[in-house]
Structures are given as C-alpha cells and as structure tokens.
C-alpha cells in the first residue's frame, strides 16, 4: 500500500472506523511499507550486513520485527541506558553511537555480565577513556570481569579547503596517526578492549540531493568529491589501527550512502535505520525512495476562518537546522498548506488551502513527521496495519516507559 495516495489514506479511514479507531492523535505503521524497505535497503547493500540503528525506530517491536530477517545484525543504539534497557530485553549486539559520561549507567554496565559481552562504547579522546574507569574502578578492584568494549569514531568529514568543512561534528579524530594514538591508549589501559570502529559519513547518508536547482547539483558535487576522500581516509585509519588491534567490525554509511559505502573494503557492516520508516526528508534523495511507513492523524477542531482548518497538535518539528524541511509533511489530504505565521504548533496547528475548506470538526489530517524515530517521542503506541487489516500495535519506548534523551 503507498500511504498518502487519497484512495489508500480513503481505505485507511474506513477501516479505523470499522474497527473503532475514533480517538486522534493516532500514529499507523504500514507492515507491508516497512517490510518493502527493510527489503531494499538490505538489496542496496549488496551482502553487507546493516546495523539497525534505533534512533530511527525507538520501537522494540519493530527492531525485533527488521533484525529477524536476512542481511540485519546488531543494533545501532544512541545512549548507554539504552543500549543496557535493550540488552535487558535480549539484545545481544549493542553498540553505542554517541560517547557515553553517565556515570550510574556505566556502573550498571560494569555490574552486568551479558552488558559486558553485548555492549560497545564509542570513543574518540582520552578523556573519555578515564571517565570510563574512574566511574567503575571501585567495581573493577572488587571483582574479575572481562574488559569494557570501546570502538573508535573516525570523522570523516569532507574539508577540501581550510574552512570549509561538509559534515558533522563528531569526533576530533581525522587521520589515521591519531587513530592509532588512541587505539595506543586504549590498549594501556586493560580494563578496556578496542574491538571496532567507526566513520559516518554524513554529508552523504544524511543530505538529501534530488532537487533540480543550483543547490541540488552543488550537493551532488560534493558527494561525488566527496567519496573517494572518505574511502581513502577510512581505508588507511582501518589498516592502521588493524596493525595494533584485531577489530570484530568497521562501521559507516547511513541510509542515504548504503551503495558507495558498501563498495569499501574496508567496511564490514553499514548502520541504517531511517530508510526503513521514510520520513518526509527522504523524499528528496536522488538514488533511493522509501516507501512512507508511517502515518500520524491528528483531528480538526475548529474553523476559524473560511478556507482555515485548526488542527490540535502536529507541531513535531524535526531536529536538526531550522527551516520549512523540518515541519511535518501533510500526506492528506492533497492542497493543504501550514499558515506561514504559525506553522505547526505543539497544540494547535491552522492549516489553509482549497482542501481547508472541505474539512470538517472531527476530520482527520494525515501528517508525515520529517525525521523517522521522533515521532515515538510523541505516541505510546504504533498501531499496525498489514493490507487491509489491523493486526495489533508495537508500544514506542515512550510506552513502555523509557526515555533516554
């Protein structure tokens, strides 16, 4: 089923309806739409295997549902408790993405065997490093237990010129000289093990590149320039590192960079995760199209104005850098538009056009958020459609009662 399609979205209401699904907000997962790209993305990568990354999901059930099938191992979580509160639930393959300083959570970690041997952490100074042991030293005097896991994060970031840099923020380490360095120290301290590393290139998996304008043909520029740098890079900082350490895996890519990260030897597992919902800002990617996977209906409750329907909510506006590609995409119906003096707002949000004006008190507008595993932040539960079915719900982790950012 293609969610947004007005006969789909038609279809869609009537069986909420039939099965006494009347209360709004109301988040749908397409099994089929999910299951397609799950699929695909594991085509994409051509025989490497995909670590889910949850930040994309934040849905046990689901990550269950993808790490079941063919070409899927581990998981790419975003923070220690996380990673311990999945491991908690069976979990056997966590790394964390992001370097960890919560000190309750690492202790936890040093107390928990099966954390122990499941559990990664990501590293990329030696300040880090000391955290580490100084939050467990007293656990690791009174009791023989195997080494920390720690992988380190290579920044592969493109900067062809001084100042100008395409990229994220992320780790301090560039080249492969200062790899080694803190793989150096990591083996001086033997409470910790280095056992991987890893290098998102983000100015590829996560800029989208399909627009037809100056900008759309300058960000295909630099993704092609781009490529060969990171290749190169990530191919000397691994055999470097390999010299001094026997790594179990090398991680990059993300979904938007699965093909070109997949042809590098060098790697031995990509991290995907939004790929698999299809958020409204994967709808502007030039080589892949997920199907939209999920839907969030919010009611209309007022009419202000002629040709001006009030929703309640809809304001889940994406992180990242502000701007019109971070409010929700309106699925349905067609010829909707946010006001430009509002957009869309935590409680209430005006929406305006010719379809405003067929909307009545109690419709339902179907809204697609522009990043893939935020909205679980906003709904205790997914409810799940397969064809023409409810099969049941997956609780988000907000449902069963985990935060962790």
Same mark, same amino acid.
């Given at each position: 089923?293609?969610?947004?399609?007005?006969? $789909?979205?038609?279809?869609?209401?009537?069986?909420?309806?039939?099965?006494?699904?009347?209360?709004?907000?109301?988040?749908?997962?397409?099994?089929?739409?999910?299951?397609?790209?799950? $699929?695909?993305?594991?085509?994409?990568?051509?025989?490497?295997?995909?670590?889910?990354?949850?930040?994309?999901?934040?849905?046990?059930?689901?990550?269950?549902?993808?790490?079941?099938?063919?070409?899927?191992?581990? *998981?790419?979580?975003?923070?220690?408790?996380?990673?311990?509160?999945?491991?908690?639930?069976?979990?056997?393959?966590?790394?964390?993405?992001?370097?960890?300083?919560?000190?309750?959570?690492?202790?936890?970690?040093?107390?928990?065997?099966?954390?122990?041997?499941?559990?990664?952490?990501?590293?990329?100074?030696?300040?880090?490093?000391?955290?580490?042991?100084?939050?467990?030293?007293?656990?690791?005097?009174?009791?023989?237990?195997?080494? *920390?896991?720690?992988?380190?994060?290579?920044?592969?970031?493109?900067?062809?010129?001084?100042? %100008?840099?395409?990229?994220?923020?992320?780790?301090?380490?560039?080249?492969? #000289?200062?790899?080694?360095?803190?793989?150096?120290?990591?083996?001086?301290?033997?409470?910790?093990?280095?056992?991987?590393?890893?290098?998102?290139?983000?100015?590829?998996?996560?800029?989208?590149?399909?627009?037809?304008?100056?900008? #759309?043909?300058?960000?295909?520029?630099?993704?092609?320039?781009?490529?060969?740098?990171?290749?190169?890079?990530?191919?000397?900082?691994?055999?470097?590192?390999?010299? *001094?350490?026997?790594?179990?895996?090398?991680?990059?890519?993300?979904?938007?960079?699965?093909?070109?990260?997949?042809?590098?030897?060098?790697?031995?597992? *990509?991290?995907?995760?939004?790929?698999?919902?299809?958020?409204?800002?994967?709808?502007?990617?030039?080589?892949?199209?997920?199907?939209?996977?999920?839907?969030?209906?919010?009611?209309? %409750?007022?009419?202000?104005?002629?040709? %001006?329907?009030?929703?309640?909510?809809?304001?889940?506006?994406?992180?990242?850098?502000? #701007?019109?590609?971070?409010?929700?995409?309106?699925?349905?119906?067609?010829?909707?538009?946010?006001?430009?003096?509002?957009?869309?707002?935590?409680?209430?949000?005006?929406?305006?056009?010719?379809?405003?004006?067929?909307?009545?008190?109690?419709?339902?507008?179907?809204?697609?958020?522009?990043?893939?595993?935020?909205?679980?932040?906003?709904?205790?539960?997914?409810?799940?459609?397969?064809?023409?079915?409810?099969?049941?719900?997956?609780?988000?982790?907000?449902?069963?009662?985990? %935060?962790?950012?």
């Amino acid at each position: 089923m293609v969610t947004g399609a007005g006969r $789909a979205i038609g279809d869609l209401e009537a069986l909420l309806a039939r099965e006494g699904y009347h209360e709004r907000p109301l988040a749908v997962l397409y099994l089929d739409a999910f299951d397609a790209n799950a $699929a695909d993305l594991a085509r994409r990568a051509a025989g490497t295997p995909l670590r889910v990354a949850s930040k994309s999901l934040r849905v046990r059930g689901l990550l269950e549902r993808v790490l079941a099938r063919p070409g899927y191992a581990g *998981i790419l979580a975003f923070t220690l408790p996380e990673a311990l509160w999945l491991v908690e639930h069976g979990a056997r393959d966590v790394l964390v993405a992001y370097p960890t300083v919560e000190r309750g959570a690492l202790r936890r970690l040093a107390m928990l065997p099966a954390a122990l041997e499941a559990i990664t952490l990501m590293v990329d100074e030696t300040a880090q490093l000391e955290l580490i042991l100084d939050a467990t030293s007293d656990l690791r005097a009174r009791r023989v237990s195997r080494p *920390i896991r720690v992988a380190l994060e290579l920044d592969v970031a493109y900067a062809p010129l001084p100042g %100008v840099r395409f990229g994220a923020l992320r780790s301090p380490l560039r080249s492969p #000289g200062q790899a080694v360095a803190l793989a150096r120290q990591v083996q001086a301290r033997p409470a910790l093990e280095l056992v991987g590393l890893m290098a998102y290139e983000g100015q590829i998996a996560g800029v989208t590149d399909a627009a037809a304008t100056a900008y #759309g043909a300058a960000v295909r520029t630099m993704k092609r320039l781009s490529r060969p740098d990171i290749a190169e890079r990530r191919a000397e900082a691994v055999a470097a590192v390999r010299r *001094i350490a026997d790594l179990e895996f090398v991680n990059g890519g993300g979904t938007g960079s699965i093909e070109s990260t997949a042809a590098e030897e060098a790697v031995t597992e *990509i991290a995907a995760g939004s790929g698999l919902i299809g958020p409204g800002l994967f709808d502007r990617y030039r080589d892949f199209a997920p199907h939209p996977a999920l839907l969030l209906g919010v009611s209309v %409750v007022r009419r202000p104005a002629p040709g %001006v329907a009030t929703l309640l909510g809809g304001g889940w506006i994406a992180s990242g850098v502000p #701007g019109p590609d971070r409010l929700p995409t309106i699925a349905h119906p067609p010829g909707l538009s946010f006001a430009p003096q509002e957009a869309a707002g935590e409680v209430q949000t005006p929406v305006l056009g010719p379809a405003a004006e067929r909307l009545r008190v109690g419709d339902t507008v179907w809204l697609r958020h522009a990043k893939a595993g935020e909205p679980a932040e906003h709904f205790a539960h997914y409810l799940l459609v397969r064809g023409d079915e409810i099969v049941g719900s997956h609780p988000t982790y907000r449902g069963e009662g985990a %935060v962790f950012l």
